[in-house]
């Protein structure tokens, strides 16, 4: 029997998310060491500390189901943000919450509006519940708010907008979000996924949870394994209006966030030193790869996340596995219809100048005049 032909219509379509290559898997294939992995936007500088002393303390408590509702954490990301506990959703990740708000909010006979080159989990999610996708063609690799606004229909349920948006690194201003949610129809959800904001400059910074209380229909979903390091325990939070965030944790799967992920997220969230050493990094390096493509001619993408997006002008396959060989794994985004580009994370400074170096040779380029 073949059991695809028993899956829902959308399911059929599907195929497995790719991640970035491991750094183990790597080793395997080529049997070579000193690899630098700048593939998953995590975070260069580790696992932090605070978290590290806070999963010490817990391991005595691991036979033990965890907090379901995750009082703690909620009261931390209240005081830290000025919102309600009562608003907030806590998920697996902040992928396990955009599926969650996919399945709470919307059906088959339901329309899910996102961009051309966004987050790739939006169509995922879309197409696994058989609901009816919208992609909007960008607009300088980014988010079309225009289009968006066009496309609404009776049947449109939620629309995703990644600020800033991944994989191209574009950034939407709070004056752009605020006219844009100004001109959304109330029944229709807006989530706004933070996943990058902590990498933002903070004068620039929108300030999504001023929003909430002009739109009832925002949902800000933000993620601790980008900026916070914990990508391996997998925690993030939404917030919401408190009928929202209701509705969610009615659908929420029970213990959805591990004991150690809730500890860590709780001591990483009053880490400030932490965070700011980790944005600071990221623009100094930042400004270098913007300065070595300026160098040598290449084209990129202007990000404000923790990654810039090359657009190398040919098939950028070859690219990434003569990469590899140099031991630099990086990440191409031909899933996201952009054979031509790969996405690099920004590294410490040796991971980078290893990038750089690799990428020299790799391309043979010659400094521009």
């Given at each position: 029997?073949q ?6 219509q959308g ?5 497995p ?29 580790g696992?932090?500390?605070s978290?590290?002393q ?5 391991l ?6 965890p ?14 943000f000025?919102v ?7 998920g697996?990740?902040?992928n ?10 919307a059906g088959?006979?339901?329309?899910i509006?996102?961009?051309?080159y966004?987050f ?8 696994a ?13 980014g ?13 449109t ?8 948006n ?18 959304v ?10 996943a990058?904001?902590e ?14 209380k ?13 900026a916070?390091?914990?990508a ?16 969610l ?15 860590s ?14 944005a ?52 191409p985004i ?5 054979q ?16 750089f ?13």
């Open positions: 029997m059991y695809i032909n028993i899956t829902n399911v059929k379509s599907l195929s998310y790719q991640a970035g290559k491991p750094i183990e898997e790597l080793e395997r294939e080529l049997g070579i060491s000193n690899i630098v992995k700048l593939a998953s936007n995590e975070n260069p500088f696992f932090p500390e978290a590290k806070a999963i010490i303390n817990q005595d408590q691991l036979t033990r189901y907090d379901a509702n995750g009082f703690e954490l909620k009261q931390t990301i209240a005081k830290k000025g309600q506990p009562n608003q907030i959703t806590l697996n990740g902040s396990d919450l955009l599926e969650l708000f996919a399945h709470t909010f088959e006979e339901d329309e509006i996102y961009s051309q966004a790739i989990v939006y169509p995922l999610v879309t197409k519940i058989n609901a009816i996708a919208k992609e909007i063609p960008a607009k300088d690799w988010h079309n708010l225009a289009g968006f606004l066009t496309a609404l229909s009776d049947k349920k939620l629309i995703f907008i990644a600020n800033p991944n994989p191209t690194g574009n950034f939407l201003t709070e004056q752009e979000i605020d006219a844009f949610l100004a001109k129809p109330k029944n229709v959800l807006v989530i706004l996924d933070e990058y904001t990498f933002t400059l903070p004068e620039e910074r929108v300030d999504s949870f001023g929003l909430l002009k739109y009832p229909n925002l949902i800000v979903s933000r993620s601790l394994s980008k916070y390091g914990l391996g325990l997998r925690i993030g939070y939404a917030v919401s209006n408190p009928e929202i965030a209701d509705l944790n009615r659908v929420r799967q029970p213990f959805n966030c591990n004991s150690l992920a809730l500890a997220a709780i001591a990483v969230m009053n880490d400030d030193a932490f965070i700011e050493k980790v600071e990094n990221n623009r100094a390096e930042m400004a270098r790869y913007e300065s070595f493509c300026q160098q040598y001619g290449l084209d990129y993408i202007p990000s404000k996340g923790n990654f810039i997006t090359i657009d190398f002008k040919q098939p950028a396959a070859p690219i990434y596995e003569a990469l590899l060989r140099e031991g630099v794994i990086v990440r031909t899933g996201y219809g952009m031509n580009h790969l996405r690099v994370s920004i590294g410490l400074p040796h991971e980078n100048d290893k990038f170096t690799a990428l020299i040779n790799v391309l043979n380029l010659t400094q521009a005049n």
